[in-house]
């Protein structure tokens, strides 16, 4: 698949809740695509893949774009029926909302900059982490989270297997109610209503 700059709902951000936990990198999926097994891949696979990747900024640097307006700058660096690849451009006022990704497990790599997390906590605090550059997380299906840009300039570089094809989109009241709304991967994931 080449390369398009495209609205997704496309996300990802380290994440100390358990389900988040960083494991070892995978060295058989050190960023070449060519080599990626005709399979799913685990969420070891998808942090050494998007940590490969960030090593050989020649793969993904050409697509680094940060508009004016619009939102995040999207670009899809690879797609197959296993695993999807996207590079990620953010500002501090981008915010993703609550979200999921349904099947996927995933896993993101900051190159530049800092994203930060947010895991839901009902009735407590939501638990925030800021991710810097260099550092990578993955997480399993079951994960919920949000993420914003930290700093402006930030970048990073997410993986999914299988592919993202649906999402959950959450909004949590005041009065600690959340609600799920399924969503395309190609809808751009903002905050719906009034997330707190």
Do not use: K
Request: glycine share 8%; aromatic share 8%; net charge negative.
């Amino acid at each position: 698949m080449t390369a398009t700059a495209v609205p997704t709902a496309v996300p990802e951000a380290p994440a100390p809740a358990p389900a988040a936990v960083p494991e070892a990198p995978a060295e058989s999926a050190a960023g070449d695509f060519a080599s990626l097994p005709a399979r799913d891949l685990d969420r070891r696979e998808l942090r050494g893949l998007v940590d490969g990747l960030a090593a050989d900024p020649s793969r993904w640097e050409e697509h680094v774009l940060f508009p004016e307006e619009g939102g995040r700058h999207y670009a899809s660096l690879y797609r197959d029926s296993h695993v999807d690849v996207w590079l990620l451009c953010w500002r501090p006022e981008d915010d993703t909302g609550w979200h999921d990704h349904d099947v996927s497990s995933g896993a993101v790599r900051v190159v530049a900059g800092a994203l930060r997390e947010c895991n839901p906590r009902i009735g407590g605090e939501h638990l925030e982490t800021v991710v810097p550059a260099g550092e990578s997380f993955s997480f399993g299906p079951d994960h919920i989270h949000r993420l914003t840009g930290a700093v402006h300039g930030t970048v990073s570089i997410h993986a999914y297997s299988p592919p993202l094809w649906r999402l959950g989109q959450y909004s949590i009241s005041e009065t600690g109610v959340m609600r799920r709304v399924s969503v395309s991967y190609a809808d751009e994931l903002r905050p719906l209503d009034d997330v707190v």
